[in-house]
């Protein structure tokens, strides 16, 4: 399931054509870029390249903390062409900037390297002109990739939706488009922005970018669904992934989100289970939903969730957001909480119920004598008036636990 930092999809030959005029008219390095700061067409080279333009000719695109640089400037949503300064510890020099845009959509960034940050007027109005015509070329070549991701969306809606009928029509569909093989192992994956303050187009993108390298890789197919602010990845693979695939692969996903998008849209991942199945890709994607609520609520859970991972928080995240407060808690569990030195009594509890009632085990995990463990259960029997040897009230004792993780401040955001 391995996938490589992906890069933007090469530019068109038109496009190409385009950079490499504007280029040799200026006599200065020329780029296009995609609204994620990738490389989509650059110029040869007029003695003005710098170690990121040199690294990303090399590597298909810039690394990760020059375009969270760029990103920061806020380019994406500049109404006209600016500077950006260079930074020395980046190896960036000083770029003419011009948000390519098209009816409103913007496609991408041309940048111009102008290492004395200024340029006589007739460079500019040449840049302007040049800017128009690779807008234009841009927007046409997008319509088209965006009829392919919009069925490409519909197909896995329908494959993850309930509708039986649907499922046969979509997998009919998608043999015939060639985005389904033989393969029949499931996974799906639901990515959640919180998109407070992103713009939906670059959100979109952005999820887009994160994504697409794993829509094909060694040994996993896949296909995508972008909204505004969730994305959906079904992968199809001849066998169940391993768990260390899984994790690495939402790590990658974290990683380019984080990259690509301002703090405020704090992503999470919910993987679904693993089923034998295309049939149960709804299964799986639900299952996912749940994760992603689960990586919303529980800061321990670093922002990814996994539904073979949640053991009974599978079962308590599937309540409805209304019904998921604190009147779930147990009495005696929240007596105990407003007890003085409750915090530390309901730590040794959830010690002991998660090591099954062992003494040895609790003692040695809290690093107090055996007789001080002694002591603080039987001050918890007597603040909770519950019997811990009793298996249906420790599984009270635990549940409650369970769920004032979930009630944990800032843990409170639904899926």
Not at 363 to 380: E, F, K, V
Request: aromatic share 4%; charged share 25%; with cysteine.
């Amino acid at each position: 399931m391995t996938a490589r930092l992906q890069r933007a999809r090469p530019g068109s030959p038109e496009l190409q054509a385009l950079v490499d005029e504007l280029a040799e008219r200026l006599g200065r390095s020329v780029a296009v870029d995609d609204p994620l700061v990738r490389m989509v067409c650059t110029s040869r080279h007029f003695g003005d390249e710098d170690p990121v333009r040199i690294g990303t000719l090399l590597q298909g695109r810039a690394d990760n903390a020059a375009i969270r640089y760029v990103l920061a400037q806020g380019v994406t949503q500049w109404s006209r062409a600016g500077f950006i300064d260079g930074r020395d510890d980046l190896g960036l020099l000083p770029r003419y900037v011009v948000p390519l845009r098209e009816r409103g959509h913007l496609h991408g960034l041309l940048l111009v390297v102008v290492p004395e940050k200024t340029l006589p007027e007739h460079e500019t109005r040449a840049i302007a002109r040049a800017a128009d015509a690779m807008a234009a070329q841009m927007h046409g070549e997008h319509i088209a990739t965006d009829t392919r991701k919009a069925d490409e969306r519909d197909l896995v809606l329908e494959l993850v939706g309930t509708n039986v009928a649907a499922h046969t029509t979509a997998r009919r569909r998608g043999k015939e488009l060639g985005l389904l093989g033989a393969a029949e192992h499931v996974l799906v994956t639901v990515v959640q922005l919180s998109c407070a303050t992103e713009l939906v187009r670059q959100s979109e993108a952005a999820l887009w970018g994160a994504l697409e390298g794993f829509r094909q890789t060694r040994s996993a197919q896949g296909l995508i669904a972008i909204g505004k602010e969730r994305a959906t990845l079904l992968q199809l693979r001849d066998r169940p992934p391993g768990q260390d695939e899984v994790t690495a692969q939402s790590a990658r996903i974290l990683e380019e989100l984080r990259t690509f998008l301002d703090p405020s849209a704090d992503p999470v991942i919910g993987v679904g289970g693993r089923h034998p199945s295309l049939d149960d890709a709804w299964t799986s994607y639900e299952q996912a939903l749940v994760a992603a609520r689960a990586a919303r609520r529980l800061p321990t859970l670093k922002s990814a969730g996994d539904w073979e991972l949640l053991g009974e928080l599978a079962v308590l995240l599937q309540l409805p957001e209304h019904a998921l407060n604190a009147s779930l808690v147990p009495k005696p569990l929240r007596t105990l909480s407003d007890t003085h030195g409750g915090d530390r009594l309901r730590d040794t509890l959830r010690c002991f119920l998660e090591r099954a009632g062992s003494i040895p085990r609790t003692a040695d995990t809290l690093g107090i004598h055996r007789t001080s463990l002694y002591y603080r259960l039987r001050q918890i029997r007597e603040i909770t008036g519950l019997d811990l040897d009793d298996g249906a009230q420790r599984l009270t004792l635990h549940l409650g636990l369970r769920i004032e993780e979930l009630l944990a401040p800032g843990g409170d955001g639904a899926v």
